[in-house]
């Protein structure tokens, strides 16, 4: 049975650091592309970070880049999420997710273009 499960939320101080997993089995690790998004209070779900697994090409949101790094690790088919420079307004549960098929929606972070999806964890950044 398809399944992601993240896993290395937590609570930091503002400026710390937190990296996140998502371990995949069944269908999902067979997609091409996964992706992490976040969910804050009161907000919609927004996309953060996607991995075209193939080219291992890399894509982010502006209110991340520079701060988050995303990437796979094949033999444990797991994505991470390297989060630093934390701030405040990033606390909110962050979902992994999969993509069966590589689009500009993928690239553009579009919640439509991903098949599956974890349960979520969640991050909370103190100021």
């Known amino acids: 049975q398809a399944q992601l499960v993240e896993s290395g939320g937590g609570s930091v101080q503002a400026g710390g650091s937190l990296r996140l997993s998502c371990v995949a089995s069944g269908n999902p690790y067979s997609s091409n592309s996964m992706g992490w998004f976040r969910q804050a209070p009161g907000k919609e779900r927004e996309g953060v970070a996607a991995?075209?697994?193939?080219?291992?090409?890399?894509y982010y949101a502006a209110s991340v880049k520079g701060r988050f790094t995303i990437s796979q690790d094949n033999a444990k088919n797991t994505v991470h999420l390297e989060m630093n420079s934390l701030k405040p307004d990033d606390t909110a549960i962050y979902y992994c997710?999969?993509?069966?098929?590589?689009?500009?929606?993928?690239?553009?972070?579009?919640?439509?273009?991903?098949?599956?999806w974890g349960q979520g964890t969640q991050v909370t950044v103190s100021s």
């Open positions: 991995i075209y697994r193939p080219g291992d090409s890399t």
């Open positions: 997710a999969a993509a069966g098929r590589f689009s500009q929606a993928v690239t553009n972070l579009e919640e439509s273009a991903f098949d599956y």
